[in-house]
């Protein structure tokens, strides 16, 4: 019996990978196992080598694993590309059309040739060679058959009973043909019984995207962009239920300069783009500080610079956020660490936007977008709307003609009362010059540092009460390693600590989930009681290593292990640099 | 209700005298109070450049933004609060350069804004740079041989993108200005009223008599038809871009907020944000 194992599938692009792979999925998540599923693909619309690699197991995990036990090939491109990594004994189901092969110098793995296009032909369409392939591994696992009958209704059943049955059909041949090649299912393969309870399935954008619909978002204007684009898609289906809208607008800047003028306006309105969109967006996020509008903006990190690898995963855009946009304006930069995260930092994100009146970026990475993840169902009970001094909806103290509302206040918290156009005795000027208390022009030195403090004092309150900051897991005393992470690189990380602890070294983790303004005080105390801290990154200058040092000092013990050729680190990559790092560096202990 | 003197603040604009721009801030004042709107009901979204300083002289809610995206900013507005009256204003390198691309997908996009431009052939604020509206010839401290440049049609680019709303009046003529915003601000859609708004110091060749000697009014058109889209474009060619008056409208299309599904005619911002929970499990339950 097995606790988990990783399955992938694989062909051209266009050919039904995803849908093999999502229903393979849906269906395991419903028996009640834990799934992490990441896509392989390319910058185009069909063909080239795409793959689909989703891990299952009986505990909660988000992390690709090193190894592969079960590989399903469309093609001999996939074999060729992907083979390597089965484990010793992993099994290969390969459409038996293409007559495939197994490369040399290969591991010893079973090549099962099945015929999925040809079973698939005789049942009506070759479209449901996805169905044999997903047949032919419940005989592997020995899962039955009938445990993949609701999600085939869920997606075919619109389109009738007969559709239905086919794809059923195809399942069932495709489980009967390798039942009988096998001779019975595969005892290596046989995986613990799940517990049956009902989880959610989804990727870090549809949180997100849920996450804002709870919060009350209302409006979003878009541009689409690869790994962002989900957001807006789920966002256009559901917001006119809630009287909202999405926008496709004419390009990036459009998009956040509409924001903020749906935020000045009293909506929650949210944007979401890749760091190119990010980089047209800079200058009017410098207008939302300045003018103290609140606005929350997503961005999905890929590979970068220019169009760089737009479908790849890298963690590149954190020095933009953080010091994107000229001048100093007071920004709040939050980088979820799961797709639960994704989901409850969304709301808090509109909530820290209105009681600080700042923008808000949510940076993601687009192993985290993208990345479909089990998640335990979200509590209603935690969805809080939280507006600060938003004054709408209730009578103001009346004014003369020539008053003007004080939207820019000096107050201890730099916070000010913010009314939205259409009360009457609200009415202010904002403006991106800098202004006095009544929002007026001015240039006065005096007032340019009362403003210009005001402002950015507002972070000096929110970084005392953001909730979690960072997120450590570790012996509480002295550690040989810190681990030093951001978004999806937190599961990978998890699963390295236990490969470092069976050599016992001793390790904490930090997943870093505010990266601007900096949670010194939160990590401080776990660097200094680290001999060793390594910042795990997908970059390659180190961006989240030089924020630590530049943060909280300590530059002679944090190192950084970086990886930037488009891919998501594997367990076994950190295991092993951070064990030559410690093994060349302070930690004597280890003997190796 | 409100008068005129009731969008007037006591900030004193920092134009130079003899701005055309001070008839522009005149007219929406008068045009504001003539469709009988109140102060708080009016947002003026503003660019940057001399003239993008107009939100800040009416009294009423303004947002003086970054350079050349009052438009985007003020849809924003308007899809937040569609019972708001909202104005957009900028000068012709705000539009017409840095915004062009909102310019024309604002007007493809026909949301119930009025797009006021001061159009004054030239950069004013930077002291005297060519713009897309100076003429091919045109000696500026960017172009000191003349410009190689063709200038661009507001009107023809307006009439091509789909507008439902294109007028042209001039600083010279308050009246008639002020009609034309009325008109426009009533318009259901987008308005795009460009006005030729001289610039006194930077300007020698456009100036108030230039234009007075230049502009031609469809009202001196005999049998002018505002609903003929292919006419207006042929005398707006045949003028040299300088016709005046409202020259053209589309009353059939409807607005964009009209359109939106599910769209209430009560302004988003009153919106109820919160989420029953019989509606969260349901959007929940499409993941499980």
């Known amino acids: 019996m097995i606790s988990q194992l990783s399955w992938k599938v694989g062909g051209q692009q266009g050919e039904g ?18 799934l992490y599923g990441y896509r392989h693909f390319s910058s185009r619309i069909k063909g080239g080598h795409t793959n689909n690699k989703i891990r299952v197991s009986t505990k909660p995990l988000r992390a690709i694993s090193d190894v592969l036990d079960i590989l399903v090939a469309f ?16 099994v290969i189901i390969a459409d038996a059309k293409f007559n495939p092969t197994l490369p040399e110098g290969l591991q010893p793995v079973r090549l ?18 996805n169905m044999v392939s997903i047949g032919a591994t419940s005989a592997i696992l020995g899962i ?28 069932t041949r495709g489980f009967a043909f390798v039942n009988e090649q096998t001779g019975g299912q595969l005892p290596e393969f046989q995986l613990e019984k799940a517990d049956g309870t009902k989880r959610l399935f989804m990727i870090g954008n549809d949180a997100i995207a849920l996450g804002a619909v709870a919060a009350g978002c209302r409006f979003m204007p878009a541009y689409p962009i690869t790994p962002a684009s989900e957001i807006m898609e789920y966002l256009i289906k559901k917001l006119p239920k809630f009287g909202g809208t999405v926008i496709q607008t004419e390009d990036e800047i459009a998009a956040i300069t509409m924001a903020i003028g749906g935020n000045y306006g009293g909506v929650r309105t949210m944007t979401a783009s890749a760091g190119p969109g990010l980089a047209l967006m800079m200058e009017a996020i410098g207008l939302a500080g300045m003018t103290e509008t609140p606005v929350v903006i997503v961005d999905t990190q890929r590979g970068g610079p220019s169009t760089g690898l737009p479908t790849k995963q890298e963690q590149s855009d954190i020095n933009a956020l953080i010091y994107g946009t000229h001048g100093e304006i007071p920004k709040v930069v939050m980088a979820p660490t799961t797709v639960e995260e994704c989901f409850y930092d969304t709301i808090e994100a509109f909530n820290i936007a209105e009681e600080y009146q700042v923008p808000v970026i949510i940076a993601t990475d687009l192993a985290l977008s993208l990345g479909k ?12 709307i939280r507006r600060g001094k938003l004054l709408a909806g209730q009578e103001l103290p009346e004014m003369e003609q020539n008053d003007q509302f004080k939207r820019y206040e000096v107050t201890e918290d730099g916070v000010s009362p913010r009314t939205i156009p259409g009360q009457k005795y609200g009415l202010h000027h904002v403006t991106g010059v800098e202004h006095d208390q009544t929002g007026r022009p001015s240039e006065s030195p005096t007032n340019r540092i009362a403003q210009m403090d005001k402002r950015l004092r507002k972070l000096d309150v929110l970084a005392k009460n953001f909730p979690n900051p960072v997120l450590v897991d570790g012996p509480a005393e002295e550690s040989d390693v810190l681990l030093v992470t951001i978004n999806s690189l937190g599961g990978t990380t998890e699963e390295a600590k236990g490969l470092l602890e069976q050599d016992g070294v001793k390790v904490s983790r930090a997943q870093v989930r505010l990266l601007h303004p900096f949670p010194v005080e939160q990590i401080l105390p776990y660097v200094e009681k680290a001999r060793k801290v390594v910042v ?4 390659a200058t180190g961006q989240i290593t030089n924020l630590l040092k530049l943060n909280v000092g300590h530059a002679d013990k944090i190192e950084s292990v970086l990886k930037y050729d488009g891919n998501p680190f594997l367990p076994n990559e950190v295991y092993t640099e951070v064990k030559g790092l410690i093994k060349h560096g302070d930690v004597q202990r280890i003997s190796q | 209700m409100a008068t005129f003197k009731e969008f007037r603040n006591n900030i004193k604009p920092n134009w130079c005298p003899g701005c055309g721009d001070f008839s522009v801030q005149a007219a929406i004042q008068r045009a504001a109070a003539n469709v009988g709107l109140e102060p708080e009901n009016l947002a003026v979204i503003s660019g940057i450049g001399c003239s993008g300083r107009i939100s800040g002289y009416i009294n009423c809610y303004g947002l003086h933004g970054i350079h050349g995206r009052a438009l985007p900013i003020a849809q924003g507005v308007k899809m937040a609060n569609r019972e708001l ?44 740079q060519t713009s897309p509206r100076s003429a091919a010839g045109f000696v500026t401290k960017s172009t000191p041989s003349g410009s190689i440049e063709q200038s661009l049609s507001p009107v023809e680019v307006a009439l091509s993108a789909g507008a439902t709303f294109v007028a042209q009046s001039s600083s010279n003529d308050l009246k008639g200005l002020t009609d034309l915003i009325e008109k426009g601000i009533k318009h259901e859609g987008f308005s795009l009223i460009n006005v030729f708004s001289p610039c006194v110091t930077f300007n020698k060749v456009n100036t108030y008599d230039w234009f007075k000697e230049h502009i031609v009014s469809v009202d001196s058109i005999e049998g002018y038809d505002p609903h003929d889209r292919i006419k207006a474009m042929s005398y707006s060619m045949q003028n040299n871009g300088l016709l005046t008056g409202l020259i053209y409208q589309d009353t059939t299309r409807k607005s964009y907020e009209a359109l939106v599904q599910g769209f209430k005619e009560e302004g988003l911002a009153k919106a109820d944000l919160t989420i029953s929970e019989e509606d969260f499990q349901k959007l929940v339950a499409e993941f499980a």
């Open chain 1, 75 to 90: 093609d001999q491109e996939t074999i060729d590309l992907n083979a390597h990594e089965l484990r010793d004994g992993g």
């Open chain 1, 373 to 384: 993840a089990t998640v335990e169902p979200f509590d209603y009970s935690k969805i809080q």
């Open chain 1, 17 to 34: 990978i995803e849908s093999t792979g999502e229903i393979f999925s849906i269906a395991m998540n419903r028996m009640g196992y834990f």
């Open chain 1, 536 to 539: 795990v990154e997908n970059n």
């Open chain 1, 112 to 129: 099962l040739a099945v015929p999925l296009t040809e079973i698939a032909e005789e049942l009506g369409t070759s479209l449901m060679k």
């Open chain 1, 144 to 171: 039955p058959v009938e445990g993949f009958r609701n999600i085939v209704e869920d997606m075919f059943l619109r389109k009738g009973e007969k559709v239905v049955e086919k794809n059923m059909e195809a399942i």
């Open chain 2, 85 to 128: 009256t909202v104005i957009a204003s900028g000068g012709d390198g705000d539009g017409f350069a840095i915004g062009m691309g909102h310019t024309v997908h604002s007007i493809r996009r026909n949301m119930n804004i009025t797009y006021i431009v001061m159009d004054n052939q030239i950069y004013g604020l930077t002291k005297g």
